[in-house]
């Protein structure tokens, strides 16, 4: 395994043949279709999206407004402000109307994928209830918006590139005390191995013991096989420091 910095890992998986593990990351920026408000059949491959709205991700749907204290209203008691009663207020979340249903949709080329491959989804960031669809099948569900997470979208992808991806998110109300983000606010990474990889967040680095002269770094590697099963793999791991 080859870390190009302490950070930012280039891994290497060798066999007794010594063969680099094939890792590929594409960034899903470009290209997507979004319509706010729910939307039925959004998520069959064959949906007609032409007419919805052409976006770039990171992207916020309820960011551009209208802005009205309407949006979030509510009766609340301030205890910090001495408050005995409860009254009506707004302005917790900036009064943007991040309540809501939306959709996006693209179309999602995997190149070079073939057998022997696995396919990955990285959401860096998906405000909120996430629903995600490959070629209309449901493939995961990921409630929390603030987090990470990834789906192995290996079994759901057919040969070519005729693939389509389709995400449903919806904010609740009440779901924030503060303006929380709506839509795909944060990079959508794809991610393509072979089938023996080290997995998404595989790669564990720490330096428990700092000081002026030396430190130690520990570094903790997951890999993963077909069905789990052993193989004869050999994981080498080379560390550089700034000058390389």
């Known amino acids: 395994m080859l870390l190009k910095n302490l950070l930012g890992a ?18 899903l920026d470009s290209n997507w279709k979004f319509s706010k408000g729910d939307v039925p059949n959004a998520a069959k491959p064959d949906f007609a999206d032409a007419k919805w709205q052409t976006v770039s991700v990171p992207h916020d749907w309820a960011i551009s407004g209208p802005f009205d204290g309407n949006n ?6 301030i205890e910090q402000n001495n408050e005995k009663a409860a009254t009506q207020k707004s302005g917790r979340t900036g009064g943007l109307p991040f309540i809501g249903t939306g959709w ?5 080329a ?23 669809f490959v070629n209309g099948k449901k493939v995961g569900f990921w409630p929390y918006g603030y987090n990470s997470f990834s789906l192995d979208i290996t079994s759901f ?3 070519g590139d005729g ?11 009440e779901a924030s005390r503060w303006y929380p983000g709506a839509g795909l606010y ?19 680095l720490t330096t428990p013991e700092i000081t002026a002269a030396q430190a ?6 997951t890999l993963e096989t077909p069905g789990g099963k052993p193989q004869p793999l050999r994981l080498d791991t080379e560390i550089r420091d700034a000058a390389g």
């Open 157 to 159: 992808l057919k040969p």
């Open 186 to 204: 944060r990079n959508v990474h794809l991610v393509v191995t072979d089938d023996v990889h080290i997995p998404v967040w595989g790669t564990y």
């Open 110 to 132: 995997v190149p070079g994928f073939g057998p022997g491959q696995r396919a990955v989804l990285l959401f860096d960031g998906a405000m909120s209830n996430a629903h995600v």
């Open 72 to 77: 979030d209203l509510q009766v609340v008691t």
């Open 10 to 27: 280039t891994l290497l998986l060798a066999a007794t043949t010594v063969s680099a593990q094939n890792r590929h990351e594409y960034l």
């Open 216 to 221: 130690t770094v520990r570094l903790k590697t």
């Open 163 to 173: 693939n389509v991806l389709a995400v449903r998110l919806q904010n609740q109300p």
């Open 104 to 108: 996006y949709r693209r179309k999602l």
